[in-house]
């Protein structure tokens, strides 16, 4: 299994920008299938955005669509996830996750490994 450790998080004003990166280890970070999903507080933990093993295919939840966008650096085994025009509901504790299962993408069961999470808060 691949160790996470995510890092970027803070406190950003609305309209401002974050790039959250997830650094791996333990495993071959070009096998898995990588995904960016936040909890915001009393809300249940969902996904953000996935991308492929090689990055050549991702996806994104409606909520991130046009503003956040991910990639992966195979050779370095980090995958980033770079937000634009944030807004005060993109306040949450982002967590990256890894996975072998094809096609992997928001279900959270497909998702092996975790990391311990970044907060995330944009507030004036």
């Known amino acids: 299994q691949l160790q996470l450790v995510e890092s970027g998080g803070g406190l950003v004003q609305p309209g401002g920008s974050l790039r959250l990166s997830c650094a791996a280890s333990?495993?071959?970070?070009?096998?898995?299938?990588m995904a960016w999903f936040r909890q915001a507080p009393g809300k249940e933990r969902e996904g953000v955005s996935c991308?492929?093993?090689?990055?050549?295919?991702?996806h994104y939840a409606d909520s991130a669509k046009g503003r956040f966008t991910i990639w992966r650096d195979n050779a370095k085994g980090t995958v980033y996830l770079e937000m634009n025009s944030l807004r005060p509901e993109d306040t949450a504790v982002y967590y990256c996750?890894?996975?072998?299962?094809?096609?992997?993408?928001?279900?959270?069961?497909?998702?092996?490994?975790w990391g311990q999470g970044t907060q995330v808060t944009v507030s004036s």
């Open positions: 991308i492929s093993d090689a990055g050549d295919s991702d």
């Open positions: 996750a890894a996975s072998d299962v094809p096609l992997a993408c928001y279900h959270e069961g497909d998702f092996g490994s």
């Open positions: 333990g495993a071959t970070f070009h096998y898995y299938r």
